[in-house]
């Protein structure tokens, strides 16, 4: 049995409203951090939490955008999502508290928390591990790559990153970019590229090819199976 709760916490002065999902069974849980797409904390990164619980994870759904916001469409997503990526600050101190939250939850193991992300959310749990966040891991679905983040100490989470090839939010110097600066920050790194996918591919109602987002059952599932190994090989809890 999985339980769930909604789960109020603060960055700065922002009430922010998470999604937790856990077994009900068993303690010092592993912790996934679910960083979510542009829309904010809607029913895909609920539902994604919920599957991980199934598998022995407390996995948490953060809150980007405050009280809960989901964008009602692209044109809101964007302004939301740009809003937040012009305020460096904001976004990270959003981020901390979401991590902190987690690992002080009394059925976390807190040697073990990873986070994974979609879209803006992939953007996000790069930039948590560029910011050298406790996490053992941080994996990226059709995330974005580019970062105003500039540090120079090694990277300690491990890094994976599930990229379609035609994904037009992500340009192959996006890419290039990304591969050198795990490679200067001696991350230990993998980045898969899925053939003939598009950006949102792991979503089932993505279906937009001319704005470049659709849905990929092959890559969805290869890309799923890759995350869910990485995490066994990271953590030493969940199942």
């Known amino acids: 049995m999985v339980i769930t709760k909604e789960i109020e916490y603060r960055a700065d002065n922002v009430l922010l409203k998470g999604f937790c999902a856990y077994p009900d069974k068993g303690a010092h849980l592993s912790a996934i951090i679910i960083a979510p797409t ?35 469409s692209k044109d809101e997503n964007a302004s939301l999502m740009n809003n937040l990526l012009e305020d460096k600050y904001a976004l990270m101190t959003r981020l901390r508290a979401a991590f902190s ?8 193991d807190k040697s073990n928390i990873a986070a994974i992300g979609y879209c803006l959310g992939g953007r996000c749990v790069l930039d948590m591990a560029r910011a050298n966040m406790e996490l053992n891991a941080v994996i990226s679905f059709h995330g974005l790559l580019q970062s ?41 790194w993998q980045l898969h590229t899925f053939g003939n996918t598009y950006h949102a591919f792991t979503n089932p109602k993505a279906n937009d090819i001319e704005f470049g987002t659709v849905y990929n059952k092959v890559s969805d599932q290869r890309s799923w199976k890759l995350a869910i190994n990485f995490l066994k090989e990271n953590f030493t809890r969940g199942y």
């Open 101 to 108: 939250v987690v690992r002080k939850m009394h059925r976390v």
């Open 38 to 72: 542009w829309a904010g904390r809607d029913s895909f990164a609920c539902d994604k939490a919920m599957l991980l619980a199934k598998r022995g994870y407390l996995a948490f759904a953060l809150d980007l955008y405050g009280d809960g916001k989901v964008g009602q």
């Open 148 to 188: 105003n983040i500039t540090k120079e100490q090694n990277i300690e989470s491990k890094v994976l990153v599930l990229h379609g090839n035609n994904d037009p939010m992500v340009t192959p110097e996006h890419v290039y970019n990304f591969q050198q600066e795990m490679e200067s920050r001696k991350a230990d």
